[in-house]
């Protein structure tokens, strides 16, 4: 049996190289049920249950009150997507998949697992996005509407997974004090630079929505001290200062060139003369090199912001208008297509 299933395999790779097997199938049938697969998993709370105590089909469904038959083709499915495995008829989370899907573990997922219902719905509307150049605009919605809980402690769980590394390649003049984190939402980025530098605060300027989440996420870590929101605008807020540091994490694909180099030069006057400036971002190749994932990121932008995912070169433009010089530009490591950009005023 072993052997058949190896020379299926084999066969299947074997037509998708010689282009006998119809990929784009592949792309939108499989890709689909197995991202709604995974995120099943956890809206169920298939994941939760199985990081307790491995179970049977038939404990697991008296547990989370579910159909027997679903429940098995459920943990089948999950099985083939490598989040849970069987032994001897009970089911456990697969160990890989423990760090990312234990709501215990400090590196936990889940909640951007749950995020991707509401952008499964966004990406619901692409077909129009693209005929009429209309995007979703998901930035617009109402202070109270609730997506934007699931948005920004989605955002928080990603970005727990890199702060670390990147508040340790953030430079600040000896002696900073004050920061500013632009549209930095949950403040996590900000919270954990302020951990590197004794005596460091942090204010974070975004919109009210996004604010209402933070503040609580900040509070819940017992870090209002060194981390203040503040509601506003940032392409129209008074920026205050003058700051020790600038972030602009995730945030230059949601805005137009033009917009990018406006805010850049007003972030330029409300830094000091030694003030550091680190961007964030997910930048695309050059047209001349390969594509990889960035290009559907960037499609993903444009449905969200009617925006771009911008290349190193266009990156380095925005600044070089502004007034900035770059000074590194590195990979970060934990999350990939992440570039970490630290700037000086000229």
Same mark, same amino acid.
């Given at each position: 049996?072993?052997?058949?299933?190896?020379?299926?395999?084999?066969?299947?790779?074997?037509?998708?190289?010689?282009?006998?097997?119809?990929?784009?199938?592949?792309?939108?049938?499989?890709?689909?049920?197995?991202?709604?697969?995974?995120?099943?998993?956890?809206?169920?709370?298939?994941?939760?249950?199985?990081?307790?105590?491995?179970?049977?089909?038939?404990?697991? =469904? /008296?547990? #989370?009150?579910?159909?027997?038959? &679903?429940?098995? +083709?459920?943990?089948?499915? $999950? *099985?083939?997507?490598?989040? !849970?495995?069987?032994?001897?008829?009970?089911?456990?989370?697969?160990?890989?998949?423990?760090?990312?899907?234990?709501?215990?573990?400090?590196?936990?997922?889940?909640?951007?697992?749950?995020?991707?219902?509401?952008?499964?719905?966004?990406?619901?509307?692409?077909?129009?996005?693209?005929?009429?150049?209309?995007?979703?605009?998901?930035?617009?919605?109402?202070?109270?509407?609730?997506?934007?809980?699931?948005?920004?402690?989605?955002?928080?769980?990603?970005?727990?997974?890199?702060?670390?590394?990147?508040?340790?390649?953030?430079?600040?003049?000896?002696?900073?004090?004050?920061?500013?984190?632009?549209?930095?939402?949950?403040?996590?980025? =900000? /919270?954990? #630079?302020?951990?590197?530098?004794? &005596?460091?605060? +942090?204010?974070?300027?975004? $919109? *009210?929505?996004?604010?209402? !989440?933070?503040?609580?996420?900040?509070?819940?870590?017992?870090?209002?001290?060194?981390?203040?929101?503040?509601?506003?605008?940032?392409?129209?807020?008074?920026?205050?200062?003058?700051?020790?540091?600038?972030?602009?994490?995730?945030?230059?694909?949601?805005?137009?060139?033009?917009?990018?180099?406006?805010?850049?030069?007003?972030?330029?006057?409300?830094?000091?003369?030694?003030?550091?400036?680190?961007?964030?971002?997910?930048?695309?190749?050059?047209?001349?090199?390969?594509?990889?994932?960035?290009?559907?990121?960037?499609?993903?932008?444009?449905?969200?912001?009617?925006?771009?995912?911008?290349?190193?070169?266009?990156?380095?433009?925005?600044?070089?208008?502004?007034?900035?010089?770059?000074?590194?530009?590195?990979?970060?490591?934990?999350?990939?297509?992440?570039?970490?950009?630290?700037?000086?005023?000229?």
């Amino acid at each position: 049996m072993r052997l058949g299933l190896k020379a299926d395999s084999l066969r299947e790779r074997l037509a998708d190289w010689l282009n006998l097997a119809p990929q784009p199938i592949a792309h939108a049938f499989f890709g689909m049920m197995a991202a709604r697969t995974v995120m099943a998993g956890e809206r169920l709370g298939v994941y939760a249950a199985l990081a307790e105590s491995s179970a049977t089909v038939e404990e697991l =469904a /008296a547990r #989370l009150k579910l159909s027997p038959e &679903g429940t098995r +083709a459920l943990l089948e499915a $999950l *099985e083939a997507c490598e989040t !849970v495995e069987r032994k001897r008829g009970r089911y456990r989370m697969a160990d890989r998949a423990r760090r990312w899907l234990d709501p215990r573990s400090p590196q936990y997922v889940g909640g951007f697992l749950d995020f991707n219902y509401t952008q499964w719905e966004w990406w619901g509307h692409l077909e129009d996005a693209v005929r009429t150049g209309e995007p979703v605009d998901i930035h617009r919605f109402a202070p109270d509407d609730p997506r934007w809980n699931t948005y920004i402690h989605a955002m928080h769980q990603m970005a727990r997974q890199s702060a670390p590394e990147v508040a340790r390649a953030i430079p600040l003049p000896r002696g900073a004090r004050q920061v500013l984190d632009l549209g930095g939402a949950h403040g996590w980025f =900000a /919270a954990e #630079l302020c951990r590197h530098h004794r &005596g460091l605060k +942090a204010t974070v300027l975004d $919109l *009210e929505g996004s604010v209402r !989440v933070g503040r609580e996420i900040i509070a819940r870590a017992g870090l209002t001290h060194v981390v203040t929101h503040r509601e506003g605008d940032i392409l129209s807020s008074e920026l205050g200062g003058p700051y020790d540091g600038v972030l602009l994490f995730q945030v230059l694909h949601h805005l137009t060139p033009a917009q990018n180099v406006a805010l850049l030069r007003r972030v330029r006057t409300a830094l000091t003369h030694k003030g550091t400036l680190a961007v964030l971002e997910y930048l695309r190749e050059d047209a001349d090199k390969p594509a990889t994932s960035a290009p559907l990121l960037g499609l993903h932008y444009f449905l969200t912001s009617k925006a771009a995912a911008y290349t190193p070169a266009e990156m380095e433009g925005f600044l070089d208008d502004a007034g900035f010089h770059i000074e590194t530009a590195q990979p970060v490591r934990n999350i990939p297509l992440q570039t970490l950009i630290i700037a000086r005023p000229e």
